[in-house]
């Protein structure tokens, strides 16, 4: 029976979770292992997902950006350090954005631009004509 990536993911995380240098790599060998034994080996993109995934729910976000027209200042840095612990903070200076900003949260994107705000209000008024 084909065992979920999830289940990868989650054996990966337990096999790897606290070790370092020598330890680290011995785990992820006999992980590989694991995965040749079950023919598992070439689903290695589904499995980094989902461990993606399990990662996030174990230690928050990884990655988080801020983009503004101007270049956004200590006080947001460490704003986002508070709610984003452990992550790592990129603060950028982006000048083809009108207004706004955009915080991207590894994958995910909000988009607080007055472009979108635009786009948005001519969805709504075109959408109710």
Known sequence: ???????????????ASQK???ELTEA???????????NAR?????????????????HGAATVELSSVEE??????DRL????PGAEIRLTRDSELLGG???????RRID???RAKLKALTNFLTANV
Do not use: N
């Open 1 to 15: 029976m084909k065992k979920p990536a999830v289940y990868w993911a989650r054996l990966l995380y337990t096999l």
């Open 20 to 22: 370092t240098g020598e």
């Open 28 to 38: 992820l060998r006999v992980f590989v292992q694991h995965l040749e034994r079950h």
């Open 42 to 58: 070439s689903r290695w993109r589904e499995i980094a997902r989902a461990f993606e995934d399990v990662w996030r729910k174990e």
């Open 72 to 77: 956004p200042d200590r006080h947001w840095r």
């Open 81 to 84: 350090a508070k709610t984003f």
């Open 101 to 107: 900003a955009v915080l991207q949260i590894d994958d």
């Open 112 to 114: 607080m631009t007055d």
